[in-house]
């Protein structure tokens, strides 16, 4: 699967932004998707995910109530709306697929195909 994400950008603090992350070829039906990121200094950590049908997403807990993962099959593109975007979340935010069990969505080995990433700025 070839993924490329766009819509990062910069944001005020409290502002919102919408990632699409678009993918390509013949396995992305079979795939659960995710997002990660990748501030300074910092390693990639798991920020949310989706299965195939979009009857199961996970968050990280930094994120609940202000983010949003959600699929679309049908233009193969999966979304991460940001909400009440916040400093800390500025970072180079990666697009995933994999085919992780659910309860290990959030491990970042589980994934095989990656986008080039696409920055995301909180700043007054």
């Known amino acids: 699967v070839q993924l490329v994400e766009s819509g990062g950008g910069l944001v005020q603090p409290g502002g919102s932004l919408k990632l699409s992350c678009a993918a390509s070829?013949?396995?992305?039906?079979?795939?659960?998707m995710a997002w990660f990121r990748q501030g300074p200094g910092n390693e990639r950590e798991f920020v949310a995910g989706?299965?195939?049908?979009?009857?199961?997403?996970r968050y990280a807990d930094s994120v609940k109530g202000r983010f949003s993962i959600l699929r679309d099959n049908g233009v193969r593109t999966t979304y991460l709306q940001m909400n009440d975007l916040k400093p800390e979340d500025a970072a180079v935010y990666y697009c995933?697929?994999?085919?992780?069990?659910?309860?290990?969505?959030?491990?970042?080995?589980?994934?095989?195909?990656w986008g080039q990433g696409t920055q995301v700025t909180v700043s007054p």
């Open positions: 989706i299965t195939l049908s979009g009857d199961k997403v």
């Open positions: 995933a697929a994999g085919a992780p069990l659910v309860d290990y969505m959030h491990r970042a080995v589980y994934y095989s195909d």
């Open positions: 070829g013949r396995f992305f039906s079979a795939s659960i």
